[in-house]
């Protein structure tokens, strides 16, 4: 990648706009980017996200290192801290209206982005910017000139309103308005290419229509692919449980990836690393151990975000702990006073936030007292007969009397 970077003044713009669509699901345009790059100056390449949650995950990552492809080609790399629209909440792909975030949960979860963000980004050719800086300032009279530029039968072309509305759910004028700000963002920041996920694509063309309602150039939009999570189903979430985040310590990224599924290993290679051609090609013909492979790409990506003596130490806690079913001696220690109740334990010591998950979690198999099992949800511990309690894979205690 480097040696291409490198290379770009001799590079055509064709060429250039081909490396920086790759992996891209979608370009509108092509050609526009190739006309873009043609000017010869560096171009603002934005990319919004809302602080919803606290930590940015590895389906984050995945346009974070296409803004990265951007960077290291010259252009100027726009972060955008979507704090004044994560007061909205962004309706995209949901069912049900979002729970809009207070302004000091919106502040305390953006406090911890910059951080994140440089694991990837050269924050010093980075400008991260905040919504807020022009929406606070802006009166209802603009609010509704903007809106005048979009008409409602273009709003309602979204996929998931329109589902909404079919199934006779409820749909609140301010979720109309996220698309619209979002879109104006691209405005105010004189935005020439915007990066987003496949299932933002409706609000990134409404910043192309806005633009061009205004007199600026449309933006090039490119569109990346969502990232399955953990669960292999749904797309990688905190709110779903099935993330794995970028700033998560070395041992829990590697034990969450030995988790992912098989059928997910190759696109977790394409996407989340920079994996040789041919090596690849030894895991997708079946050459390489499903285990080796998995292996191979925890370790990959704990040397990405930490480093390469993380890593093999991230290794060699999961083979002790999950494949030799060795305890280790730093474990926490918990005493009790007499025996338990098997699910009244977990409560206690917070490996299930309420009996009703720790049945769940026993009815799964999740369960283990010294490396057995436990399928009866009236087990009870007993303290000097029983040492260990494991659950899942990342939950171990020593319980003691």
Same mark, same amino acid.
């Given at each position: 990648m480097s040696a291409r970077?490198?290379?770009?003044e001799s590079a055509s713009a064709a060429e250039?706009?081909?490396?920086?669509?790759?992996?891209?699901?979608?370009v509108i345009s092509q050609s526009?980017? &190739?006309?873009?790059?043609?000017? $010869?100056?560096?171009?603002? %390449? +934005?990319?919004?996200?809302?602080p919803t949650a606290p930590d940015l995950h590895l389906g984050h990552s995945v346009t974070l290192k296409k803004l990265r492809d951007f960077q290291r080609d010259g252009h100027t790399v726009v972060f955008l801290v979507g704090d004044f629209t994560a007061m909205i909440g962004d309706p995209t792909g949901r069912s049900e209206t979002r729970k809009p975030l207070s302004r000091e949960e919106i502040a305390a979860n953006a406090e911890t982005y910059r951080a994140q963000v440089a694991r990837i980004l050269d924050l010093e050719r980075t400008e991260i910017?905040?919504?807020? &800086?022009?929406?606070?300032?802006? $009166?209802?009279?603009?609010? %509704? +000139?903007?809106?005048?530029?979009?008409?409602?039968?273009?709003m309602l072309e979204r996929d998931d309103f329109e589902k909404r509305l079919e199934a006779g759910d409820p749909l609140f004028l301010h979720e109309l308005l996220y698309p619209l700000i979002q879109g104006y963002d691209s405005v105010a920041l004189q935005a020439d290419v915007e990066l987003g996920g496949t299932d933002q694509k409706f609000n990134l063309l409404v910043g192309r229509d806005l633009q061009r309602a205004m007199g600026q150039a449309p933006q090039i939009v490119m569109t990346m692919p969502l990232l399955e999570g953990l669960d292999g189903v749904r797309k990688m979430s905190k709110s779903y449980g099935n993330y794995v985040g970028i700033a998560d310590a070395p041992e829990d990224m590697y034990g969450k990836l030995m988790s992912v599924p098989d059928s997910l290993m190759l696109k977790y290679y394409e996407l989340l690393t920079d994996i040789a051609p041919a090596e690849l090609a030894k895991v997708r013909s079946g050459a390489v151990h499903p285990m080796e492979a998995k292996k191979r790409l925890a370790s990959m990506i704990v040397t990405e975000y930490h480093s390469a003596e993380a890593a093999a130490a991230a290794q060699r806690y999961f083979e002790s702990k999950h494949q030799r079913r060795e305890i280790p001696d730093n474990i926490p220690v918990f005493r009790i006073d007499g025996d338990m109740w098997i699910c009244e334990l977990m409560k206690q010591i917070r490996f299930a936030p309420s009996t009703s998950e720790a049945r769940r979690l026993i009815g799964q198999g999740a369960v283990r007292v010294d490396g057995q099992t436990i399928g009866d949800v009236n087990f009870r511990f007993v303290p000097g007969s029983h040492k260990v309690l494991e659950v899942g894979k990342r939950r171990v205690a020593r319980i003691e009397p």
């Open positions: 970077v490198q290379s770009k250039r706009a081909a490396f920086l669509a790759r992996s891209a699901v979608e526009d980017l &190739e006309a873009r790059l043609k000017l $010869g100056r560096p171009l603002r %390449i +934005k990319l919004g996200m809302d910017r905040f919504n807020s &800086e022009w929406m606070d300032a802006m $009166g209802v009279r603009d609010l %509704i +000139k903007i809106a005048s530029r979009l008409s409602v039968a273009r």
